[in-house]
């Protein structure tokens, strides 16, 4: 009997949108630990399109195991198909959402029909909770998540030797977080008021309704106002953007603040420790437990996820050309019949 096939989105080779082909291929089999998933959804994010392009830019001895063709896509929401004989946790029929095998490996082969998911990484999807927003939450969510509320696990960074500890959050908490319209930061704003910080957004004018509609205190459009120029006092910031330019927030910070840059950049431990600050980062897990948590307050309506915009899953490349545009407000996703 032959096997089942499937449409996905494979690489055959590394480039821009227009190396995404959407192929037959077979259906996979859950090996140990494992369950199968009927995909009806996938969050877009920027891992996605670094595989895309072959991760150009990251040095050889940072780059994860991957191999062509691939399929790419590692956030997902769907309905269990099948359970290996050793997971318990699961059900076929279950609703579940995951950020799948991240970062271990690129290939979470999330763009496809179906995907097979390591149990640990799932949690379930709310009733009440559409596939759309639950794709959507997983790794921005994890993201926010470990970067400002629990860290959850012991690995360490690649980036750094210091371990990422989160600064607790509250009332007398005032946090700036850049980049706030993006997926993580429009997550990450949401999270810091449920734990009661005063927050800073921080994102072109265009997007200031919709932030302060999410929970902001205040809002620093970026293309009148330097935000490092402005911001003072702050206990935290959380840069989405990160990068080189990170460390022009430093002198928003005051003694005994952090910043959390999400792409680190270089930094210099004497000038932080002359400034009393401390700069970490993390590389995001993936964590169903904590991804229960997130379904939880996505459930409730403590945070919400902004959907930017849907593909059906033969337009990946349209996807992937709309988030090189950027100026995104919350997640694109793909969606599967």
Known sequence: MSPRTMKAIRLHEFGGPEVLRYDDVPVPEPGPGEVLVRVHAVGVNPPDWYAREGMPDVPPELKPPFSLPLIPGTDVSGVVEAVADDVEAFAAGDEVLGLLRFPASLQGAAYAEYVTAPATDLARKPAGVDHVAAAGLAMAGLTAWQFLIELGHDHPSPF?????????????????????????????????????????????GTHEAFLRELGADEFLDYQKVRPEEVARDLDLVLDTVGGPDSRRFLRTLKRGGALYPVYFGEFDDEENEKLGVTVTATQVRS???????????????????????????????????????GHLRGKIVLTVD
């Open 160 to 204: 750094q030797a210091a371990r990422h500890q989160p600064m607790p959050l509250g009332a007398d908490t005032t946090v700036l977080v850049n980049g706030a319209a993006g997926g993580v930061g429009h997550l990450a704003l949401q999270l810091a008021k449920w734990r009661g910080a005063h927050v800073i957004a921080v994102a072109s």
């Open 287 to 325: 964590n169903g437990a904590q991804l229960a948590e997130l379904a939880r307050l996505l459930d409730d309506g403590t945070i919400r996820v902004a959907i930017d915009s849907t593909f059906p899953l033969e337009k990946a490349a349209a996807a992937h050309e709309r988030a090189a545009r």
